[in-house]
């Protein structure tokens, strides 16, 4: 059904620490290993590992007076959903970042669309999304609030809207031998389907969490973190898939 806390694309933030691209723009990229990939609290991996790739490119700046930019990306993962087995999501996303107050306001404008290339058609896996992210960065704590719809989401269930909010909070007096840092971060969110059935919960609607820790050292994150949602193992196929669980990540960005 478908950011570990994978936020899964157009992360791509043009950068020193980015490859220079075409256009006056930057590559970024990332990997990573996780024992598990939920998305919005639920597992798509059936509570196994996962193994992750993203590859993001962030145009110059546009030159309207403010920074603002475009982007491009492509992600992918691992999953394996109980209809249709072991397959591969790939995650291709585009939109327009706009940003303010030395960068501390950050505005997000994309589409989003998924696609499972192993499964056929006829379950009707592949949707798009269009995504809409505030973001504003106080120094001691950053908050964003999400949005996104899509008029006919996974598994051809109708209409959705997915709603998150995340505060993120640098820990400065935690550090190992002045290179490792810490943050620690909490996001809440609600999944509204019309079609519930045939998307897979037992209601049209439910809320999710999650809550960690991260550890970065260079361009290494490691985290460690707890999710789960609002729907019981009865609603959830009797499986745990859906239940409160700890996960494990580790990124490599470059």
């Known amino acids: 059904m478908g950011l570990c806390l994978c936020f899964r694309v157009g992360s791509a933030v043009a950068g020193d620490d980015y490859w220079h691209a075409p256009f006056g723009g930057s590559f ?64 291709i996303s585009g939109g327009a970042r706009l940003r303010a107050f030395a960068n501390r306001l950050t505005v997000d404008l994309g589409y989003v669309r998924y696609a499972y290339p192993g499964v056929d058609a006829a379950f009707g896996y592949d949707y798009g999304e269009l995504s809409a992210t505030v ?38 007096f935690l550090t190992l031998a002045d290179t490792v840092t810490f943050a620690t971060y909490a996001t809440v969110g609600n999944v509204w389907v019309e079609k519930f059935l045939t998307y897979g919960i037992p209601g049209n609607d439910y809320w999710y969490w999650q809550f960690g820790l991260t550890a970065t050292v260079k361009s290494f994150a490691l985290s460690l973190a707890y999710t789960g949602t609002s729907i ?18 580790l990124t490599k960005t470059f």
């Open 28 to 91: 970024s990229a990332n990997f990573t290993v996780a024992s598990d990939y939920s998305y919005a609290g639920i597992s798509q991996t059936q509570l196994g590992p996962a193994f992750q790739a993203g590859l993001d490119y962030t145009s110059a700046d546009l030159g309207l007076g403010l920074p603002a930019s475009l982007y491009v990306g492509v992600w992918g993962t691992n999953v394996a959903f109980p209809n249709t087995g072991n397959d591969i999501e790939l995650t």
């Open 135 to 172: 973001g504003y960065n106080f120094g001691f704590a950053s908050v964003n609030a999400r949005l996104r719809y899509s008029p006919d989401s996974f598994a051809n269930s109708g209409p959705s809207w997915n709603k998150r909010a995340l505060v993120n909070v640098p820990l400065p």
């Open 232 to 249: 019981d193992p009865e609603g959830c196929g009797n499986t745990a898939y859906c239940s409160g669980r700890f996960f494990v990540s």
